[in-house]
């Protein structure tokens, strides 16, 4: 923790960012670690890692209100790493925009200025799902489509709209979302099951091929609406069928927008 | 407030008789915002037409809506009606009853009901509709034809004389193609070099005409009247500017014995050589696989013997890079080879040999000069089978197509031999005789009553050698399906036409569509056979299916045509139903965020980055701009666009969306 500290201290005084952005103490007990905007070294004091540390911070690179604070040091886990590709693969963060601190479990503080450099450090990591998750997939892919139905309209019977999930995710970052467009209405405002499903339902969409499964939606979500099976379906679905990866690379085709002749589906022929 | 026309047509009965109109035209006239519904019996028709233009004027429409056909039938008539009549043609929009409704049900009430819903969406539609410019587009008055076969050459002769520049692109060293393969052509036995040649000489000497030959295509980009095409230009491994075509090194060359593609593999080449002697250009090519120099790193001989020191062993690859406003596919077609016929032996017995091979036999340039001596042992065969349909028609072989050209030369061929031998005998087996075509049936005719051709109807099972005899099993259907077998001395067999093995590649590479054959499809296939789907891309020849010469060269200048037309004026009015891309006012400026997803997405390259600066030049913002020349209006980006940021004009989300709306709130009030 210390180390970390001391980088965003040096970083601080010596003005090669303007800002670091961080994980702190939240307030009341047992209270999990909410992000700190570090922005003179003297408050780097505030600054912690821990397992409570999950959050991804890339989503604050993306509202521009952080953004006019100048060049921010992120401290970034595997998901906020792979963010920050994703994100430059969608022309949304240029190179030398950011510097990654990469954290580990073990509170190793590793500078990333490049994104190159994040690549590299990308590519040595296990992105694939984890056990636990492999088997709740499962669970829930082998459910048949009227129980999935069944499913997912008891869970989004609880959906209130309050959009949580979208102001969590960083790859949420247009500045006007579809549900906001009202000529014409597509997605209908009030939370009743037609519009929780269809928000939902797109919400996901938007994200095939582009989520990096770090979670934060599931967990902003107050009503406790397991979205991560969907985006964690739609992840795998694009692994198998296009063999692609997001947030593995500053430059990537878009599994949904490109077509490539040796894909291994087949149907377009 | 909307003031909407609505005109119902009948199409003679094609609509009325399963639709009540009158019904129809009254129910229109009841939706909110329509203020005339009428029905007439041909509203294409001058007066129908007058009907629809004196309502805008009288009742001062805003908005016109057209229930009758097809849109791609009779849109462009009605919108120049409205147009006239001095309303936007774009205000202008057809309810299609005839093929979405009239057509395919039977006549009753739940018709009648369809055809009021799809008035009412596009009345929903039209009162989102707004008022559109046409797009304006510069044309390169340049033709592109990739192929140089016959229908290539007279495409590209017919472009060129109608005063257009044409760049002929063509894979082999000579243009000139299967054409000029050939030894006499049906129905009128003349010679087919006699005929080809000249024109060849003509394309040499045409100053409109470049030609590339041993050149192939790389890239196609662009759009109708501004394709950018790169052109390799394969190494001939010489200086085109020096060679004189003397033909000395090709004679000095030691090695020689190399199997000529031109001679469908009877006769042999020089690696260094020119294909046949009428070649264009007449200059040699180095078999760079096959050359002794570029196996083993020496010899040199063309080199020493060059008068004019021409060889050059060091040349790479050129690529060519040209703007061009049109293309004709060109690329011609080839024949089904190698272990296709197991059962026939073909490419296991020496004599069995295919359509191509026998043309190079009989003909007088070919390996033996046009005499009739079969591969083996150099022998005059003394009877020989025929057999048609070897491969087409079968769709156990996965051809069930006709390929159209053998009936007729497999006459000729076997009228060729025996004129050749007079003493021979011919065999034909065949499934049926078509012969539709000027003067065809009359030749087939004579090889059977004249030169004493037997045709038997019935398939060939097997063939097998027997004591240096080729011992042909087959049966004689109109005999009772009687087994036969005959002892030949050769078999002829009229392989299937099929595409060219490359021509899947070059139509995704070009972006036009192609059949489950790969030959390449027409935009429609009666009433345009040489257009394809992608507009300024057109076809003419075997590329498309199997053909004969006339029809290849008719279809050729049909295609000339075509470019021509297109290259007769400066500019090229397009439909503004494009893409746009949102822009607003600051400090957002546009909603889109510039992921550019769209970019990735497009097919036709038509979506750039704009930078959207201030007025100190330092950058706000990139976002996605649609170039309006070279969208299609696809919307494939529409539907990729998460903020919902890009449109197309003419089917934007509010019409869209109104449509919809307007089929879900059947009989409630309009929105």
Request: with cysteine.
């Amino acid at each position: 923790m210390e180390t970390l500290r001391n980088k965003a201290r040096e970083l601080l005084a010596s003005k090669t960012v303007q800002m670091v952005i961080g994980y702190g103490r939240g307030s009341g007990e047992a209270a999990p670690a909410r992000a700190v905007f570090i922005r003179a070294a003297a408050e780097a004091e505030s600054l912690i890692f821990d397992a409570s540390c999950q959050q991804n911070l890339a989503v604050y690179l993306m509202k521009p209100e952080v953004r006019q604070l100048g060049k921010a040091a992120l401290v970034a886990t595997p998901s906020a790493l792979r963010t920050i590709l994703q994100l430059a693969a969608e022309n949304q963060v240029k190179d030398h925009d950011l510097l990654a601190l990469a954290v580990d479990a073990q509170g190793e503080v590793t500078p990333l200025a490049t994104l190159q450099t994040i690549e590299a450090h990308v590519a040595a990591l296990d992105c694939n799902l984890s056990a636990g998750e492999k088997t709740e997939l499962q669970k829930y892919v082998a459910l048949d489509p009227e129980q999935r139905r069944q499913f997912w309209q008891e869970e989004f019977a609880r959906c209130l709209k309050c959009y949580a999930c979208r102001g969590a995710c960083p790859l949420c970052y247009c500045s006007r979302c579809t549900v906001e467009c009202n000529q014409p209405q597509w997605i209908p405002v009030p939370a009743h099951d037609l519009g929780n499903l269809e928000w939902n339902v797109m919400r996901a969409m938007h994200l095939a091929g582009r989520c990096v499964n770090c979670g934060d939606c599931s967990r902003a979500c107050p009503v406790g609406i397991p979205l991560y099976l969907l985006n964690q379906r739609l992840l795998s679905e694009v692994l198998a069928n296009f063999n692609f990866r997001s947030g593995m690379a500053a430059k990537a085709d878009n599994a949904m927008s490109t077509f490539k002749p040796d894909d291994p589906e087949d149907f377009i022929r | 407030m909307a003031r909407i026309g609505v005109f119902i047509c009948h199409c003679g009965e094609n609509i009325s008789a399963t639709v009540d109109v009158a019904k129809v035209a009254a129910a229109a006239a009841k939706i909110p915002g329509v203020v005339h519904s009428v029905d007439y019996k041909y509203m294409c028709s001058d007066p129908g037409q007058q009907m629809v233009s004196s309502a805008i004027k009288e009742k001062n429409l805003t908005g016109v809506v057209v229930a009758a056909c097809s849109p791609r039938m009779h849109e462009p008539t009605f919108r120049r009606a409205c147009a006239e009549a001095g309303l936007n043609p774009f205000l202008c929009e057809m309810a299609n009853i005839r093929e979405h409704c009239s057509w395919v049900h039977e006549k009753g009430e739940a018709t009648t009901n369809k055809a009021i819903d799809i008035v009412r969406t596009l009345v929903a539609k039209v009162k989102k509709n707004k008022a559109l410019l046409p797009i304006k587009v510069p044309v390169t008055k340049t033709a592109l034809v990739l192929g140089g076969g016959i229908a290539g050459i007279q495409a590209s002769l017919d472009i060129a004389n109608s005063g257009h520049k044409v760049i002929l692109v063509e894979k082999e060293p000579s243009i000139g193609g299967h054409m000029s393969q050939l030894s006499e052509t049906f129905p009128t036995l003349d010679c087919s070099q006699c005929i080809l040649t000249p024109r060849m000489v003509e394309v040499a000497q045409n100053p409109n005409i470049t030609l590339y030959s041993y050149a192939e295509l790389e890239s196609l980009e662009g759009f109708i009247g501004n394709f950018k095409a790169r052109i390799r230009k394969k190494a001939r491994s010489l200086d085109e500017k020096l060679c004189t075509g003397c033909g000395l090194c090709c004679q000095k060359c030691p090695t020689k014995k190399i199997a000529s593609d031109f001679d469908a593999g009877l006769g042999m080449r020089p690696a260094i050589y020119v294909p046949f002697p009428q070649a264009v250009p007449n200059k040699p090519v180095i078999d760079r696989e096959h050359c002794t120099y570029y196996l083993k790193g020496k010899c040199r001989l063309c080199e020493k013997v060059c008068p004019t020191q021409a060889i050059r062993f060091d040349q790479a690859d050129e690529i060519v890079e040209v703007e061009v406003g049109a293309v004709v596919m060109a690329t011609g077609f080839d024949i089904k080879h190698g272990d296709f016929f197991p059962e026939y032996g073909y490419g296991n017995y020496r004599d069995v040999i295919d359509g191509l091979q026998f043309e190079r036999m009989a003909s007088a340039s070919g390996p033996t000069l046009g005499e009739m001596r079969r591969p083996s042992d150099g022998k005059v065969p003394e009877i020989v089978v025929f057999i048609a349909c070897a491969g087409s028609r079968d769709p156990a072989k996965g051809i069930e197509y006709c390929s159209k050209i053998c009936c007729m030369y497999t006459a000729k061929h076997a009228m060729l031999y025996r004129h050749k031998v007079h003493h021979g005998k011919p065999y034909v087996f065949y499934m049926d005789i078509r012969a539709g075509g000027k003067m065809y049936e009359e030749f087939v005719r004579r090889a059977i009553e004249e030169d004493g051709v037997q045709y038997i109807r019935g398939r060939v099972s097997r063939i097998y050698e027997r004591g240096g005899k080729l011992i042909v099993k087959g049966a004689d259907t109109l005999l009772g399906a009687r087994p036969m077998e005959i002892e030949a001395d050769m078999v002829v067999l009229a392989t299937a036409g099929v595409a060219n093995p490359g021509a899947e590649a070059l139509a995704q590479k070009v972006h036009i569509s192609y059949d489950s054959h790969h030959f390449y499809s027409e935009a429609h296939p009666k009433l345009r056979p040489v257009e394809t789907n992608t507009a300024g891309i057109f076809l003419a020849g075997a590329c498309q299916a199997p053909k004969d010469i006339p029809e290849s060269v008719a279809q050729a200048s049909g295609a000339a045509a075509k470019v021509a037309a297109l290259f007769s004026q400066d500019e090229l009015i397009r439909e503004p139903l494009i893409a746009v891309v949102d822009r607003q006012a600051p400090p957002l400026y546009s909603t889109c965020v510039g992921c550019f997803l769209c970019q990735t997405s497009c097919p036709y390259q038509a979506i750039e980055k704009e930078e959207i600066r201030g007025r100190d030049g330092q950058l706000i913002k990139t976002v996605a701009k649609v170039n309006p020349g070279l969208c299609q209006g696809c919307g494939t980006c529409v539907a990729l666009c998460r903020s919902k940021s890009i449109d197309i004009q003419g089917f934007s989300h509010e019409q869209v969306y109104a449509e919809v709306l307007a089929l879900l709130n059947r009989g409630e009030s309009d929105v």
